[in-house]
C-alpha cells in the first residue's frame, strides 16, 4: 500500500490540527495503522495506533486526551487530529501501516512495512 501524508503546518500553542493519511493499492482495512512523529535530533517515536477497525486505539502518554486517531475504511483514509497543541509536538509526523502487525509490535515502528512521507507541524508557544 502507498500512504500519502498532508494537513501540517504552523499553529499557536492550544490550537489544533487534523493530519490526515490517504492509502492506496490494498485493502486498507485489514491493516494495521500508526501515526509516528520525529522531532529534530530525536528519534522517531510512537504517538497514536489503530490494528483493526472497531477495536482499540492505543496512544503515548504524551498524547493522550489530546490526540485521537480514526480511519476510514472508505475512503482508505487515517486521521489523526491534534488538540490542545503544545510546542513538544513539533515535529515531523508520519503515517505507517502494515497488514501483519501484532498487537505486541504495534508501537514500534520498524515492524511496520509501509510508511508515508511526512508532514511538518510546527506549534509555535
Known amino acids: 500500500v502507498q500512504l500519502q501524508a498532508s494537513g501540517g503546518g504552523l499553529v499557536q500553542a492550544g490550537g489544533s490540527l487534523r493530519l490526515s493519511c490517504a492509502a492506496s493499492g490494498s485493502t486498507f482495512s485489514r491493516y494495521a495503522v500508526a501515526w509516528f512523529r520525529q522531532a529534530p535530533g530525536k528519534e522517531r517515536e510512537f504517538v497514536a495506533a489503530n490494528r483493526r477497525s472497531g477495536t482499540t486505539n492505543y496512544y503515548d502518554d504524551s498524547v493522550k486526551g489530546r490526540f485521537t486517531i480514526s480511519r476510514d475504511n472508505a475512503k482508505n483514509t487515517v486521521y489523526l487530529q491534534m488538540n490542545s497543541l503544545k510546542p513538544e509536538d513539533t515535529a515531523v509526523y508520519y503515517c505507517?501501516?502494515?497488514?501483519?502487525?501484532?498487537?505486541?509490535?504495534?508501537?514500534?515502528?520498524?515492524?511496520?512495512?509501509?510508511w508515508g512521507q511526512g508532514t511538518l507541524v510546527t506549534v509555535s508557544s
Open positions: 505507517a501501516a502494515d497488514p501483519n502487525l501484532i498487537l505486541s509490535s504495534i508501537r514500534q515502528s520498524v515492524y511496520y512495512k509501509n
